[in-house]
């Protein structure tokens, strides 16, 4: 049997991955990552935690590096406790193709956390759910920074380890659908950026799921209704 790790923040696009990964591919054991880099909340950590329970993994690790996002504090609205997360909405068409809520170079970070994670227990094959956004976009979400991560992996010369985004061309709504023929339990995910006690509704993450639920003509169970 093939392992394999899995990037699991506990919001949408993770968690039905790693009930992708288990149904599709068959890997196991799954050993998933959860890393807290120090943003405005932790509402996703513990939906994570839910997730890697349900999917019966054999390991999670929730890994701490609150000084990164003290490092990067002026640099994102995830980070800087002085600025508010945006409304998707009131996002300039200038700024949609990296909004002030991207990370520098966040998912760099992670992914060389998880290959070298995997690369250290003899893992091949890692994941993480970057997603093709409609309205707003992150280039390290994209399949070139996909490809060009991979060829760098590729010049290990022992443990090559090999990184999947298997949405990262699928909308949201595709993504979705999946996990509701999976069984995924969507009301133990997060997706807000904000972490308040219910989801705002405006920031980009919270649009897109909500767009997401109303595609498919189903009730946020985080809402418990479908947007009009």
């Not at 705002?200 to 479908?226: K, Y």
Request: glycine share 8%; charged share 20%.
């Amino acid at each position: 049997m093939k392992s394999a790790v899995i990037l699991l923040s506990g919001g949408l696009d993770s968690s039905t991955l790693l009930h992708y990964v288990k149904s599709k591919f068959a890997f196991q054991p799954l050993h998933a990552l959860t890393i807290r880099y120090g943003q405005k909340h932790a509402r996703e950590t513990t939906c994570a935690a839910a997730q890697a329970r349900a999917a019966g993994v054999e390991a999670h690790q929730q890994i701490d590096l609150a000084f990164f996002g003290k490092m990067m504090a002026a640099a994102s609205t995830l980070t800087d406790p002085d600025r508010p997360v945006p409304a998707l909405a009131e996002l300039p068409p200038g700024q949609l193709d990296q909004p002030p809520t991207y990370v520098p170079n966040r998912n760099m970070l992670f992914l060389a956390l998880a290959a070298a994670y995997a690369e250290a227990r003899g893992i091949a094959d890692v994941f993480y759910g970057a997603q093709l956004q409609d309205r707003y976009g992150y280039w390290d979400c994209t399949v070139e920074f996909l490809d060009r991560m991979n060829a760098v992996l590729g010049l290990n010369r022992r443990q090559p380890i090999v990184l999947h985004a298997p949405f990262m061309t699928m909308h949201k709504s595709e993504i979705l659908k999946i996990g509701m023929d999976l069984g995924v339990d969507y009301a133990a995910t997060w997706s807000c950026y904000r972490g308040q006690d219910k989801p705002c509704g405006v920031c980009p993450s919270c649009v897109e799921r909500r767009t997401a639920f109303e595609a498919l003509q189903v009730a946020d169970p985080l809402t418990g209704g479908i947007s009009r």
